[in-house]
């Protein structure tokens, strides 16, 4: 029943093969990489059973694999673990269209959900930048943020009902009818999931951000609002964070239940942006170079720490919602809390302004090494903590000219903290771990998270052993032995070493 | 440290003593009755901390309490359990100003987060009947549902923070700060708390709706929305179910996103509301006596198909919101979706609107017997699993004249299934039994779940251990041993006998 997959071959073989296969050993920044052997591609929930019970009685490692765009090397093999690729099960099983529950299996790309749900005139409430080619259960996995979670909130919000398969090949039908008992997905029964059920204690939230830790999430039900059919956008130039400040509580006010994005981006970043990601004369480049230079008797120095705003609102009465966006734009210009505004004129202009901010992370890998983090911090501190880690930097690491740039969902308190060495475009760990060391202490000061969105993977297991509660870490390490007792699942990640258990010791 | 608390001295004593424990040993329905001893009231974590680990350290049984307004009799004893009542822990920390985070003691009444987070600018994201008696902690430990959860989400999905207190008198802070280390509560300190947090596995979740059985949540925080500053209601009168459907999809279209409650009523409950409810000549009456007889030409007969909405919306601006709400209406009207529309003129013709809806509860309490449940289903089949109920109770239990009364959050497929018994006030356990048979079989064929919002406790704990999957059940108990290995966590509710551990066996 299990389909064969892509078996590595030491000795030489099929070229393909062996390039196929180099490709589920890498993440997509090739910063990490593992030596796996083999890849199976299950077709449905009775062979990911299979499969995960014949590794748990074999103390097999597996490593879940779904789209391949996180940012922390969760999905990567660390050894020569299997790789399971949820690829092979795609299928969308409807959308209730009285309650909005869109219901499908976990490697559904995002972008084909959007359209799905845009169809049937609802919004799938979640949207990041990699949606071309993110699996949504990935995205469950890693319990995946972005610009949306303000307004229509996260996936412990949204996801209502899961399919799991625990490491020993039970599957467990959390909040969702199970119509998959004899491996043959039965497409024309319905599958309930509630927006309300209060059985028991409600499983389904630990496997949400589990990286695939105790489990693997086969089928997901997410809660889908009536689609919006208004958008507008806005691009804002602050000369402060206490302007920014302002512009949040003035959006709450003027802009209320319509306000559906707010993403900040400082100075730094959008130099990088105009230099590595925007060429030509378009509109997208124009509208760069004006904000940037929007006060054209500045000069550069001076304009290093105006910062950026892009604001979108999403409501049901076109008339209603431009009427709300100038009004908050005239009250934004009558106090003086912006230097300049710009509003999309067309939606292609308003693609242009998403195109800028999709720019930030690309601009910045091109630039040179990048050392990423991804905060909470109290919003009043947002700009706090990244000054701070400046003026150590410089102290500490001034040789390799470090550049922060901020970038992220501002009204979540969410930074992406991004160090940019320009130029050098190797890691290297000293620099990283004095980096790492300083990022991290300033975010601790101000009583911030070390990962808001992206997760832990194999990039932040042992910082949080060192950083976290140790009360919680005993509990997390209690629940993973409760789930995976032989520890078969994405072994050697999520968790620090010290709570690790050996497979089938 | 630990207050002296009311203990129950089996000789005659103090009588108002007495008197007052008795209230802790009984629900507020009267339905459950335990015989505990013994009341503590900490004031503070350290104290709640102190008194679980005496009972943990001496198998002593305890069972948390909050406002006692649960409809399960999950926060009364069953035997001689300790009460611990966190009605003394109640301060109120803060609400930040830019993330819109409240935090607070789980012992604060629901009613005075509503207060303080409007003088706030901001809306506090539940509201449901009992706000003014209920606490935050019972609300989170029950993860209570209510009209808002549609538009706000619900408690998984607005809960970012809690601090909780194990059994064994370990405190976990989760996603939130730790500013009561030496059991003086540091209020000048900001607690920080963060909308993303992705630091391992959410441990939060699992004790949102865990009813007091593998710890006590004390502190709580919650990300509230900015406050709509307008508001509109419209009752409406349907001739069908098929009807009801239609002005949700028109309320979603019309109305989108400051749609923010749609409460349904059948013809059965109202008239029970007219009977017990409301007297007199006021606007509620009157309301609803033109509500009830919106076609005088019908029979009572016929009339008694009719079904009932409340829905109401919530925005940023008055004007925008009246259009929308305008546009709804004519819409319904035009195309025949309603028989009746009646739009409150001002703020208190909307709160005798939701006076009616209110009603529902307290009056079929006062017609005779009843027997609750509250479940979820699909929403298409909201009402024909209650024709199909009443046509089985007609069939079984006709000799005690059963009214099947239907309210609840249709756009949630949350029903609240009331079988009154006019007349008799006793609890009959045979027709009691014959009728849960019923309900839970009908909704489970048509995928229902048979708790939407109000919990197990020690009502529904051993239908859930009949109806719901081995497999989540097992893994349940497993959860409660492993946070509370002596059981000690209101003992004999919420998982059925069979997968209660016996205290320090």
Redesign the interface.
């Known amino acids: 029943m299990i389909r064969p997959g892509v078996r590595y071959d030491p000795t030489p073989g099929d070229e393909d093969e062996c390039s196929e296969l180099l490709g589920y050993n890498e993440d997509w920044t090739g910063r990490y990489r593992g030596s796996s052997p083999l890849v199976l591609k299950p077709a449905n929930t009775a062979e990911v059973s299979s499969i995960l019970r014949y590794c748990h009685d074999n103390c097999i490692g597996v490593v879940t694999r779904g789209g391949n765009t996180g940012l922390c090397g969760g999905a990567t093999p660390l050894r020569d673990e299997i790789v399971l690729s949820l690829e092979g099960m795609n299928n969308i099983y409807g959308l ?4 909005g529950i869109l219901t499908c299996d976990s490697g559904v790309i995002l972008e084909n959900l959007h359209a799905y749900s845009n169809e049937r ?1 609802y919004l799938f409430p979640l949207d990041i930048g990699a949606k071309g080619t993110c699996q949504i259960g990935g995205n469950v996995s ?2 995946a ?1 972005g610009q949306y ?2 307004r229509f ?2 996936l ?3 996801v209502m009902g899961l399919e799991v398969v625990l490491p020993d090949g ?6 969702m ?2 119509v998959d008992d004899d491996g043959t997905v039965q497409r024309t029964k ?1 599958i ?1 999931t ?10 389904k ?2 496997f ?3 990286e695939g830790t ?1 489990g693997v999430v086969t089928k997901v039900a997410i809660a889908c ?2 689609l ?2 208004s958008k507008n956008a806005t691009l804002l130039v602050c000369d402060s964070y206490c302007d920014v ?1 302002k512009v ?2 003035t959006a ?7 306000l559906s994005a707010m993403e900040f981006m400082d100075h730094n970043t959008l130099k990088l942006v105009q230099a590595h990601g925007f060429g030509g004369n378009g509109d997208g480049p124009r509208l760069l170079r004006d904000m940037l230079q929007s006060d054209p008797s500045k000069q550069e120095s001076d304009r290093s720490r105006q910062l950026y705003l892009l604001v979108e609102t ?4 076109s008339a ?1 919602d431009a ?2 966006m100038d009004n908050f734009l005239a009250h934004l210009y009558d106090s003086g809390t912006i230097r300049n505004g710009f509003l999309a004129q067309d939606s292609r202009q308003m693609t242009e302004m998403w195109r800028i901010r999709e720019s930030c992370n690309p601009s910045v890998l091109r630039a040179g090494c990048v050392y990423k983090f991804d905060v ?5 501190d947002y700009m706090t903590i990244a000054r701070e880690v400046e003026g150590r930097l410089f102290a500490s690491v001034k040789h390799v000219d470090p550049i922060v740039c901020v970038w992220g ?1 501002v ?4 930074a992406h903290i991004n160090i940019v060495t320009p130029g050098r475009f190797e890691t290297e760990s000293a620099i990283e771990e004095t980096i790492e060391t300083i990022v991290f202490d300033e975010v601790l000061k ?11 993977g194999q990039k ?1 297991n042992e910082a ?1 052993g060192r950083l ?2 140790e ?3 005993v ?2 390490a ?2 993973k032995a ?2 995976d007792p032989h520890g078969i699942m994405n072994p050697g990640k ?2 620090p070493n010290k709570y690790q258990h050996n497979m089938c010791k």
């Open positions: 209730d269209e009285h309650s005139g890693t319990n943020g979670f303000f909130g996260g412990h919000g949204t039970r599957v467990l039908h959390l909040n009818d199970n319905r309930s509630h927006r309300k059920d209060n059985t028991g204690y409600d499983l939230h630990i949400i951000g589990a105790i609002p009536a919006p059919t400040l949040m509580a709450k006010v003027e802009l209320g239940e319509i999403q409501g049901s009465n209603d009427s709300k909470s911090v109290p919003i009043e969902h009204n979540d308190g969410n101000h009583s911030g998270s070390i990962s808001a969105e992206h997760g832990i932040k949080l976290k509660d009360n919680i870490m509990i997390m209690q629940i409760l789930f999520y968790l």
